[in-house]
């Protein structure tokens, strides 16, 4: 994402540095260094100010009252702990450690890729099912925090699991195919989340529509041909349409501002209820269906994560990390077809 204006682009992923197929594209990137930064390279990571973490009631979303089961989450013995405070955010502009953005949003290698994600839970990541879908050994695989992102030493993957009915992007000339990408995949790590970062939880789309600003970031490209190690990066772009059928998100096409290669996985935020604190609403695909795939036309289709929730709790039930606040919604159907990772 660039310092000036963030672009939304088309992620043929037959770039030959990462070595990907023609039948899947994304906004997944090529990591350019050699190799991901090891250790506390990042003095955020070494950062001995107190932080403003806060807490954030995760059931605010639940209707008052209700009697149907089927919509509670699960009740969790902690609240589960949010970044609040310090919002400034200006489009098209570097996040700054004062940023409740920066607090949640990382970078992950993949093999000779990388991709963007976000900390739902104190041990848990969403991000895009294409960044996996190659299916990488998980000591292949880095978590980097920070607006130069480096690699916490306390932290390593533990696995993953994509989707089950994740079968590729295929954009062809008209476009993607038109049915349900499911393009959504979760991540488990061991270790604590380091100093100075936190938790940004799933929230709701009840009071989405068209025309609802949320916030990107990501670790992306600032152009189609920019292939350097770029800083993390948000910019505040509205919603086009809200597809509940699809389960996906629709950006607004034009303003040169969006997501590009690297972008892959990261979060769409909306603020909570209060106005004070950050909530998790997607991960990012790729293109427009309506935009041509340029990275200068600016367009967006992200996956709605806060439909998936059963699926995901199912998931990180899996993998050993469960993650007792999400709701256990429809999408848990797909749990006995869920393999993992580890």
């Known amino acids: 994402m660039t310092q000036q204006t963030i672009f939304i682009c088309l992620l043929m992923a037959c770039i030959p ?11 997944r990137g090529s990591q350019t260094s050699a190799n991901a930064p090891v250790g506390n390279q990042n003095p955020i990571l070494a950062d001995d100010e107190e932080d403003s973490e806060g807490e954030d009631d995760i059931d605010a979303d639940k209707p008052k009252g209700s009697k149907d089961p ?9 609240p589960v702990p949010t970044y609040c405070g310090g919002l400034g955010i200006v489009g098209g502009t570097p996040t700054n450690m004062n940023d409740m953005v920066a607090k949640s949003t ?11 994600g976000t900390i739902i839970g104190p041990n848990q990541i ?4 294409h960044c996996l879908e190659e299916s990488p050994a998980i000591n292949t695989m880095q978590i980097q925090f920070g607006i130069m992102p480096a690699t ?12 089950p009915d994740y079968k590729g992007l295929a ?6 195919p038109n049915v349900r990408l499911f393009d959504v995949a979760v991540i488990a790590f061991d270790g604590k989340i380091p100093q100075g970062f936190g938790i940004a939880p799933v929230g709701s789309t009840a009071n989405l529509q068209a025309g609802t600003e949320v916030t990107l970031a990501g670790y992306g490209a600032y152009s189609d041909d920019d292939m350097q190690d770029r800083p993390l990066t948000q910019v505040k772009k509205a919603v086009a349409l809200f597809d509940r ?5 629709q950006l607004q096409v034009g ?8 972008d892959s996985g990261g979060p769409s935020y909306i603020l909570s209820e209060n106005g004070m604190c950050l909530k998790t609403l997607s991960t990012t695909t790729g293109p427009g269906r309506s935009g041509d795939g340029s990275c200068t036309q600016g367009s967006g289709t992200l996956m709605d994560i806060t439909a998936h929730q059963g699926w995901m709790s199912c998931a990180y039930e899996k993998l050993g990390t469960p993650l007792p606040y999400l709701l256990k919604d429809e999408s848990k159907d797909a749990c006995d077809r869920t393999t993992v990772v580890q």
Not at 126 to 129: D, G, V
Not at 152 to 163: A, E, N, Q, T
Not at 245 to 249: L, Q, R, T
């Open 17 to 27: 540095i990462i070595g990907c197929t023609q039948e899947s594209a994304g906004y």
């Open 70 to 78: 089927k919509p509670e989450p699960k009740p969790t013995s902690t």
């Open 106 to 116: 990382v970078r992950l290698i993949i093999g000779q890729g990388m991709c963007t």
């Open 126 to 129: 969403s991000t895009a099912a």
């Open 152 to 163: 916490s030493p306390d932290v390593k993957v533990k696995g993953y699991s994509v989707h």
């Open 171 to 176: 954009i062809g000339q008209n476009g993607y």
């Open 245 to 249: 059928n699809f389960k996906e998100i």
């Open 255 to 262: 303003g040169q501002q969006g997501g590009c290669f690297g």
